[in-house]
């Protein structure tokens, strides 16, 4: 029996792959140890191609759909989350990461946001509307400053 998912942060010293996932109660699988370790190296969020592609040089073996397996087998554990990204990709991070990314609509970058300038319309559209924004689980979409000066 897996234990519940604790969508808790990895502890800063926790960052060996083969124990986060014992100390999950994940069977320890090569491309599971690369699909964490890419995970662990990353800041911040990064769509499943460019795991895929970095998981593949720690174990050439992983396979994009074992990737995406993987990380359904993460998500049950409460190891990583999900950030819709627009009409786009789907990103993937650690859990406990809900720090809000501004994604290109052009160039597909991924750019992080201050917390305090999204702190600041959340508590607006609270004060305005009652309602709690949840701004880490959706990226904000437009143009980042190289492709906006290109138009």
Do not use: K, N
Not at 12 to 26: I, K, M, N
Not at 32 to 53: F, K, Y
Not at 85 to 98: F, N
């Amino acid at each position: 029996m897996r234990p519940e998912p604790t969508h808790a942060p990895i502890a800063p010293l926790d960052r060996d792959p083969t124990a986060v996932l014992r100390s999950h109660g994940c069977r320890v699988t090569g491309p599971r140890i690369a699909v964490l370790q890419v995970l662990l190296d990353h800041p911040g969020p990064i769509d499943t191609a460019h795991l895929t592609t970095h998981a593949q040089e720690i174990e050439p073996s992983v396979h994009e759909t074992t990737v995406y397996r993987t990380l359904g087998t993460f998500s049950e554990l409460g190891l990583v989350s999900h950030v819709h990204a627009g009409h786009g990709r789907s990103l993937v991070r650690l859990a406990g990461d809900d720090s809000v990314v501004a994604v290109c609509r052009e160039c597909h970058a991924i750019v992080p946001v201050a917390a305090d300038a999204v702190g600041t319309l959340a508590a607006r559209v609270h004060a305005d509307a009652g309602f709690t924004l949840e701004p880490g689980h959706f990226a904000l979409e437009g143009l980042c400053a190289a492709c906006a000066g290109a138009i």
